[in-house]
């Protein structure tokens, strides 16, 4: 099997169908310019025509050691480049949904990191993840059923016993930690509920004062009683255990 020019030039390469409309040729060697090659043939051996491209006179598209030519004035499109996808802004009142599970989850870990307490023996600290509220809310029975002393242990100490008055001590302690910062960080959803802009939303975070608006009545007992049994600034402490 040979190929020829249009020419009559003998050239050395392959030529198969592609399509009912495309034939794809492939050369040996270096490239010919394509109208070198619109108008080819292909002999057998014994030069009896095996193929006559007449037709094929588009130059459908260039590859990589060839060309496919086209019969039919087609030309290759390559494909569009996908777009890429719009990114959609979260709306206010998705990124408030947001604000709300980061304070929340804020909420969650200065809870978690637990709080202080000064007892006979001096100060001891107990955290309070889920376990240890549910085990705390154990003893509270157990002092309600009348116990004296209660096995119990501050963080990385071991279990020792806790009389009632200072186990008493500890459940008000934490009691009071839990709450607070509940009724804080309720009331820093109502100051996101309001916010009524981006920037002002952004302005929002764990730890920050509350305006006096936005301020349950509840939240307001409490910071009344921190400001008036240790001094004002202590609700900011509070809350800054939290980083």
């Excluded at 190929?3 to 034939?23: D, E, W």
């Excluded at 949904?97 to 990191?113: D, M, R, S, T």
């Excluded at 157990?142 to 242990?153: C, I």
Aim: charged share 25%; with cysteine; proline share 4%.
């Amino acid at each position: 099997m040979k190929l020829y020019t249009k020419n009559n030039i003998p050239i050395s390469g392959g030529c198969k169908r592609i399509s009912q409309h495309i034939i794809e040729i492939l050369l040996e060697g270096d490239l010919l310019p394509a109208d070198d090659l619109i108008g080819f043939r292909m002999l057998r051996d014994n030069g009896d025509l095996l193929f006559d491209s007449a037709g094929y006179d588009t130059v459908y598209r260039e590859i990589d050691g060839g060309y496919q030519l086209s019969d039919d004035g087609s030309v290759y499109v390559p494909p569009a480049e996908p777009e890429e996808p719009e990114v959609e802004e979260p709306t206010l009142e998705e990124r408030k949904g947001q604000k709300k599970a980061e304070v929340g989850n804020a909420c969650e870990q200065a809870i978690y990191l637990g709080v202080d307490v000064t007892l006979p023996s001096g100060v001891e600290h107990f955290s309070l993840t889920e376990h240890d509220q549910i085990n705390l809310f154990g003893k509270q029975a157990q002092l309600a059923a009348g116990a004296q002393q209660l096995e119990y242990h501050q963080d990385g100490q071991p279990c020792r016993y806790y009389t009632a008055e200072e186990m008493q001590a500890i459940l008000e302690a934490a009691m009071f930690h839990v709450s607070y910062h509940t009724t804080y960080c309720n009331s820093l959803n109502m100051w996101i509920d309001a916010a009524e802009n981006e920037e002002e939303l952004e302005g929002i975070f764990y730890g920050a004062d509350i305006p006096e608006e936005y301020q349950s009545i509840v939240l307001q007992d409490y910071l009344a009683m921190i400001a008036g049994t240790t001094g004002s600034g202590e609700s900011e402490k509070i809350i800054e255990e939290s980083d």
